[in-house]
Nanobody, 127 residues
């Protein structure tokens, strides 16, 4: 089992940056594919980015490519999401997700791909 706790959310003006972190605890967490999802008010939860167990593969939804970067630090049991050039449309609750890796390069992108979730952190981007 893996327990996930997100941090780093907040209020930022459009064009600004935020860095989200997810701290994981549990057995052999470094063999988990990790991801970030978000849910805006009145909308379904959607995929943002994911990173393979080996960190060799990353995958982003089209709307954040070139602005967001996902990374992981196995020594610290954390994954980060660096978010730059934020837009009001990025406003949402951001959730960290994890799933035991099927292979070192598997990264996942669907809600159903991930079985462990954090409680989320709010990101608000003002115009």
């Amino acid at each position: 089992q893996v327990q996930l706790v997100e941090s780093g959310g907040g209020l930022v003006q459009a064009g600004g940056s935020l860095r989200l972190s997810c701290t994981a605890s549990g057995r052999t967490w470094n063999r988990y594919t990790m991801g970030w999802f978000r849910q805006a008010p009145g909308k379904e939860r959607e995929f943002v980015a994911s990173i393979s167990w080996s960190a060799s593969k990353t995958y982003y939804t089209e709307s954040v490519k070139g602005r967001f970067t996902i990374s992981r630090d196995s020594a610290k049991n954390t994954i980060d999401l660096q978010m730059n050039t934020l837009k009001p449309d990025d406003t949402a609750v951001y959730y960290c997700a994890a799933e035991p890796s099927r292979s070192s390069d598997w990264y996942g992108s669907r809600l159903a791909d991930f079985g462990f979730w954090g409680l989320g952190t709010q990101v608000t981007v003002s115009s």
